[in-house]
């Protein structure tokens, strides 16, 4: 993305289209928004603030004052945030408040999503499938468990790879990479004999990898919590997506 951001008035009240020179992505930035919220920290700091929008990778937020003047760098995800999130992240910025702290932490991580991916997929991107197409899959698992269409990751069918000689056969038949932003699915699961239903889980576990932050015990990384199994439950065909999978495991082995 571009580290400038184009600032675009309120769409319905536009008399012609909007034209942009093909000079690669921008940050749109709603500017009613984003004076709103500007305003908002204003009237906390009870001085001048100057409000900048990213769509930063890493840091989320970033504040300098000087003379009397409130530098801010919001990211994006914060224009569209509810009055309570707003209201919190201004008493964070200015007065370093404890539980607005909280509640700005949780809105980030409830909204990771819409954080871009910090490094571009490697390989080409395939959803189509001879039986299988994950691009739709990804797209109905979404909008039933999430609500949205668009969850903010990309999917694609992963590589055959040969088993090595003398190590134990396992099959991954999933993986999600946070950086890439990125489902791979393993092919095996492109046959016809494979229940849509069964793809459709696998796809919803690894989406939930990126919607369901890992959690530590001591030096260790789970990576499926108590919030992860609570939420992979869920599945409307979980029960019987678990039963499919233990009784075809040595079919998909053979056949990887």
Do not use: C
Request: glycine residues 6%; charged residues 25%.
């Amino acid at each position: 993305m571009a580290p400038s951001a184009v600032r675009i008035p309120d769409p319905k009240l536009l008399r012609f289209p909007l034209q942009f020179l093909p000079i690669g992505p921008q940050i749109f930035v709603h500017e009613g928004a984003r004076q709103a919220l500007e305003r908002r920290l204003e009237l906390a700091f009870d001085g001048p603030v100057q409000l900048g929008v990213t769509d930063n990778v890493r840091r989320m937020i970033t504040q300098t004052r000087t003379e009397g003047r409130l530098r801010v760098r919001l990211h994006m995800m914060f224009l569209g945030a509810p009055d309570r999130v707003q209201e919190s992240l201004a008493r964070y910025i200015v007065f370093n408040d404890s539980e607005s702290s909280a509640v700005v932490d949780a809105f980030i991580k409830a909204n990771k999503h819409r954080i871009r991916p910090s490094q571009p997929v490697s390989g080409p991107v395939r959803t189509q499938g001879a039986h299988h197409d994950l691009s739709k899959i990804l797209a109905e698992v979404s909008r039933r468990y999430m609500g949205e269409s668009a969850p903010g990751v990309l999917i694609t069918w992963g590589r055959r790879t040969q088993p090595r000689v003398g190590v134990r056969q396992a099959i991954k038949l999933g993986s999600y990479s946070p950086r890439e932003r990125l489902i791979r699915v393993h092919p095996a699961l492109d046959q016809a004999w494979v229940p849509r239903y069964f793809v459709a889980y696998v796809v919803y576990h690894e989406l939930l990898h990126h919607l369901v932050e890992a959690t530590r015990a001591g030096k260790n990384v789970v990576l499926h919590g108590a919030e992860f199994r609570r939420r992979e439950s869920q599945f409307r065909d979980y029960v019987r997506a678990i039963a499919w999978e233990q009784g075809h495991i040595q079919r998909l082995l053979r056949s990887r």
